[in-house]
């Protein structure tokens, strides 16, 4: 991996880690009910390889820093690493406006079916997993959707000046 890439991937752990830790003072970023603002970021493998990396250290330095088990860390982190793939390979194999759009999907997708079965068996939570699956689904298309759709618009307007 270039310094150049290595560098990226650490700058989007942080801000990965930072916007995670603001939820988290909101109440936000664990449970039933989940508006990571950090999960806009998932967007960024469309632009840069090096965010898949960055994203998954930085899910997994967030579950450690806001108190997540052993297992959300290893399973939240995992989708989380799922949904930046999936995103990169849209990004490789779509090359339309399209992406922009189609990018928040792996995310969303991957974090609606994972999160929900972790807060059920792993925590424990009263609920089911339908219900949690509605609940942390619509959490995703709130960051991952709407926030992630921001994040792509704005930085392939500016993709020139971020140099991607």
Same mark, same amino acid.
């Given at each position: 991996?270039?310094?150049?890439?290595?560098?990226?991937?650490?700058?989007?752990?942080?801000?990965?880690?930072?916007?995670?830790?603001?939820?988290?003072?909101?109440?936000?970023?664990? +449970?039933?009910?989940?508006? /990571?603002?950090?999960?806009?970021?998932?967007?960024?493998?469309?632009?840069?390889?090096?965010?898949?990396? +960055?994203?998954?250290? &930085?899910?997994?330095?967030?579950?450690?820093?806001?108190?997540?088990?052993?297992?959300?860390?290893?399973?939240?982190?995992?989708?989380?690493?799922? +949904?930046?793939?999936?995103?990169?390979?849209? &990004? /490789?194999?779509?090359?339309?406006?399209?992406?922009?759009?189609?990018?928040?999907?792996?995310?969303?997708?991957?974090?609606?079916?994972?999160?929900?079965?972790?807060?059920?068996?792993?925590?424990?939570?009263?609920?089911?997993?339908?219900?949690?699956?509605?609940?942390?689904?619509?959490?995703?298309?709130?960051?991952?959707?709407?926030?992630?759709?921001?994040?792509?618009?704005?930085?392939?307007?500016?993709?020139? /000046?971020?140099?991607?």
């Amino acid at each position: 991996m270039k310094t150049k890439d290595l560098t990226r991937a650490v700058i989007i752990a942080a801000m990965y880690v930072v916007l995670t830790y603001i939820a988290n003072l909101f109440g936000l970023s664990n +449970g039933v009910i989940q508006v /990571r603002f950090s999960e806009a970021l998932t967007v960024l493998p469309l632009f840069t390889a090096s965010a898949v990396p +960055g994203l998954f250290v &930085g899910c997994i330095i967030s579950n450690l820093l806001t108190g997540a088990v052993v297992l959300d860390v290893i399973f939240g982190s995992l989708a989380t690493l799922a +949904g930046a793939i999936g995103t990169y390979f849209i &990004g /490789r194999f779509i090359k339309s406006r399209a992406a922009l759009y189609l990018s928040p999907l792996p995310p969303i997708i991957a974090n609606t079916l994972v999160v929900p079965l972790v807060l059920r068996y792993v925590y424990q939570a009263e609920g089911t997993v339908p219900f949690f699956m509605l609940t942390v689904g619509a959490g995703e298309v709130i960051s991952c959707g709407l926030l992630g759709i921001v994040v792509a618009v704005t930085v392939e307007k500016n993709k020139n /000046r971020l140099g991607l």
